[in-house]
């Protein structure tokens, strides 16, 4: 059996860092974990193969040699998908297809042969055993929540981990919170469920053997959600693993309760961890109670921000507008506490109902849902009748974004951060990449770049200020690069 293992490309969205990685000569920034995970659960004698078309294209040469095709994708990539999916269908494969935008938009891919949904460790064995005996029904569903101590490590060997920005690993899943915008209690649960420490350092050691040295995003919904068996047994042992290979930056998602615990803090530092990205969402209380984010309440959350970033960790901070609670001063409020907090990745989106979470249901009793979601709620579109005129809210939007990346607000907000951010210093691997991405970022954003001035008076005042910071000071304003064309984009 020769299975095709396909990954749809992801829009020019903010996640995408699609202008930010031609400065590094890398293609896309992240490896489809869920399909290699998936890979590593397949009979050992089927040959597989990878197309992730975020790195290379589909080829015709491509589907001739498969047998049947795997395609997983989330609901960003829906658009890329169709495409790809109606031709493998013409050129007569047999599609299998799984992960997040099918499990929750199944029917809309009519010429998919085989839905295996939810996650793959309960679902794949079911579909493989009637597969084999020919009487493979078409969707396969559960709601049972695999114990992920059973889940094989990725198959690293069929990516060309070279073209990646950085690599990806997963301790645990589910959340013990309960936003109620949020997809992913629906479907991992509030019970975290992690690996086994052996099982994280053994993916590690696989990607090390690659030859890895750069950075790794621990996927986590929140890291942080099983704060015990972090302490006392993955991250000692994570920073015994960092003494032999010195220069690997971890980062990962948390929820804000994390500047709570400076024990935490210090270990996940001392573990390698310098970024984490926490669900801020508004600086309203009213918006807060509205989505049920109990955590983020009745706190300074600038204070927290502040304490997290001198205990070594870069704040990236999703933030949302769009809440029944919403007035239009919400867009001068979220600009005012970015800007004060330092956050320089600040990912704001427009509130969107994703089919399966609490807040379409509750949208949906209220005749309120109007569409599809586009799965990106950076592109200053939603899929529900707002409280707040819609013009209101949109044009507001883009004007909040636009506002947040102007090279004056934004090279404000970097060296705000770098006041107050202490890292450890953790000696990095030299690259070739870091004196090309010093130049291109010199050519594009100090020569050609509107904001030229800003630039190098940030690099004048960071050489002069926070001297070991340049090369971060350099990375921030590739990243806002990035982020300007891309909320530009979304703006058109
Ligand atoms: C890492 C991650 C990212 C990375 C993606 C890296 C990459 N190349 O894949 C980045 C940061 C880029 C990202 C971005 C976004 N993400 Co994201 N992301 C995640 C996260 C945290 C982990 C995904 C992961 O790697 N999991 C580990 C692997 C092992 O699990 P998995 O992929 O789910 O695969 C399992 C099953 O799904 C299944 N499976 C998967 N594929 C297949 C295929 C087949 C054939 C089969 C049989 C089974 C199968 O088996 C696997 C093992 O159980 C998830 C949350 C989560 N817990 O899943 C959100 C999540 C996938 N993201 C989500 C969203 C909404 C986004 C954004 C739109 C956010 C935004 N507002 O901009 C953007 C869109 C991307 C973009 N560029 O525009 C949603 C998706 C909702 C949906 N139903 O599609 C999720 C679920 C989080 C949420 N809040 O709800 N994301
Ligand atoms: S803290 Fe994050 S992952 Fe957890 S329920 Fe809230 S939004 Fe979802």
Redesign the pocket.
């Known amino acids: 059996m020769k299975v095709l293992?396909l990954?749809p490309e992801?829009?020019d969205?903010?996640?995408?860092f699609k202008h930010a990685l031609k400065f590094i000569g890398k293609k896309?920034?992240?490896?489809?974990?869920?399909?290699l995970?998936?890979a590593a659960?397949l009979p050992a004698a089927w040959e597989k193969r990878l197309v992730?078309v975020?790195v290379r294209q589909l080829r015709d040469r491509d589907l001739a040699w498969a047998d049947v095709v795997?395609?997983?994708?989330?609901?960003?990539?829906r658009d890329s998908a169709r495409p790809l999916i109606a031709r493998c269908h013409a050129a007569g494969k047999t599609i299998?297809?799984?992960?997040?935008?099918?499990?929750?938009?199944a029917e809309q891919f009519p010429e998919v042969d085989h839905f295996?949904?939810?996650?793959?460790?309960v679902?794949?064995p079911d579909?493989l055993r009637d597969w084999a005996a020919g009487v493979a029904r078409r969707v396969y569903t559960a709601t049972e929540l695999?114990d992920i101590r059973q889940?094989p490590a990725?198959l690293w060997e069929l990516a060309d981990l070279r073209r990646y920005a950085s690599m990806?690993v997963?301790y645990s899943?589910g959340c013990p919170f309960d936003c109620e915008f949020?997809?992913?209690t629906a479907?991992?649960g509030h019970r975290p469920r992690t690996k086994s420490t052996a099982q994280v350092l053994a993916e590690l050691d696989s990607l090390v053997r690659r030859g890895w040295h750069g950075t790794v995003?621990f996927?986590?919904?929140n890291f942080i959600g099983n704060k015990r068996a972090l302490k006392e047994d993955l991250l000692p042992a994570l920073i015994q693993w960092q003494r032999g290979h010195r220069g690997i930056p971890f980062y990962t998602?948390a929820s804000i309760n994390l500047a709570d615990d400076a024990a935490l803090m210090q270990l996940m530092v001392a573990a390698g961890f310098n970024q984490v990205f926490i669900g801020i969402e508004t600086p309203e209380a009213a918006g807060l109670v509205e989505c049920n984010k109990r955590q983020n309440q009745n706190r300074d959350l600038v204070a927290d921000v502040k304490r997290l970033q001198r205990a070594g960790l870069e704040v990236q901070g999703?933030f949302i507008v769009g809440f029944d609670s919403d007035s239009p001063s919400i867009f001068q409020r979220q600009i005012e506490f970015i800007q004060q907090s330092g956050i320089v990745t600040a990912?704001v989106?427009l509130l969107q109902a994703?089919?399966?979470t609490k807040l379409h249901q509750r949208l949906a009793r209220q005749g309120r849902l109007c569409g599809d979601t586009t799965?990106?709620?950076?592109d200053g579109t939603t899929n529900f009748i707002t409280r707040m005129n819609r013009d209101t809210l949109v044009t507001g939007y883009h004007r909040l974004t636009k506002h947040l990346y102007e090279p004056r607000q934004f090279y404000q907000r970097i060296r705000t951060f770098l006041r107050d951010y202490r890292p450890l210093r953790i000696p990095g691997r030299w690259s070739w990449r870091y004196p090309l991405a010093f130049v291109r970022a010199g050519i594009r954003l100090g020569i050609i770049g509107r904001g030229r001035f800003q630039y190098w008076r940030l690099l004048v005042w960071t050489l002069f200020r926070r001297p070991t910071l340049v090369p971060m000071a350099v990375t921030l304003s590739i990243y806002g690069h990035h982020f300007r064309k891309s909320y530009r984009g979304a703006s058109r």
């Open positions: 293992l990954y992801f829009p969205t903010f996640w995408s896309a920034a992240f490896p489809p974990l869920g399909l995970t998936v659960m992730d975020n795997f395609v997983s994708a989330m609901i960003a990539q299998v297809a799984g992960g997040p935008l099918f499990t929750i938009a295996v949904l939810n996650e793959a460790e679902t794949l579909f695999p889940t990725p990806s997963q899943r949020c997809n992913v479907m991992f995003f996927v986590d919904d998602e999703g990912m989106g994703v089919p399966g799965g990106n709620n950076a």
